[in-house]
């Protein structure tokens, strides 16, 4: 019997499209989760505990920004792409600084081995991160596998390697901080390379229209947010034009 691959319907690509916009969206939840997925991951790390660094690495949301980084790759639209890589930019710069501060709190602990073996990029780890990226990309739009997605968290280290870059700056380890980022970047790069050759497989080019239409949505949220602060501005200025005129008549009056 030769076992064929399921083909994925317009309607499932559909819905891998807008479950990689709610998830990768640099909403407040988003950056909560990542918050406190890198408290958990540094002093899981900073206590050599692996329970505590997997429970930290089960609720880091940092996978999805990257999958649509490689969808942005794959439909070929910029602004998909550019946002994508600002949430990790601003993921990066987050979990890195919360770390150093986690860190200062730590400093009599001893660099462990935990830490240690994550500031050595080499090709076991860019190997798994590609079969991981391959694994994520595919179940991402089979919602019948989507379970393996905790285990895919767990396989790929992402935001460990960005906590220990912070607890290299705390203990002034410059080595391990730049060994670290190292790492993290082997292993983006890994995932992307295989979630693009998925996508393209796959045939997500055909979803370009609607990944258009989710950043016009977004981009038209984002003015009406804008215009409305804008007008309580004005509103607030005005207010205060008119308290200062009142008090100037009052003044006069005197």
Known sequence: MILKPEKISKTQKKETVNKLF???????DFFLMMALSSIIITIGLLQ?????????????????????????????????????????????????????????????????????????????????AICSGGAVGYSIAKPNINEVLPGVAITVSLVPPLSVSGIGLAFLKMDFAIGAIGLFFLNLAGIVFAAIFVFAVMNFYETKEQVKKKIRAEEKEIEEVNLEKQQESIKNIEKTLKEATKILKDTKKK
Do not use: C, H
């Open 22 to 28: 709610e998830y990768s969206t640099p909403t407040w």
């Open 48 to 128: 050599s505990n692996v329970p505590v660094i997997i429970g930290g690495m089960l609720i880091a949301p940092m996978l999805y920004p990257i999958l649509s980084l490689a969808m942005g790759i794959v439909v070929g639209y910029p602004k998909l792409m550019r946002r994508s890589a600002l949430v990790i930019l601003q993921s990066i710069f987050a979990i890195t600084i919360i770390s150093f501060v986690v860190a200062l709190l730590f400093l009599e602990k001893d660099l462990n081995t935990e830490i240690t073996s994550r500031t050595l990029p080499n090709l076991a780890f860019f190997i798994i």
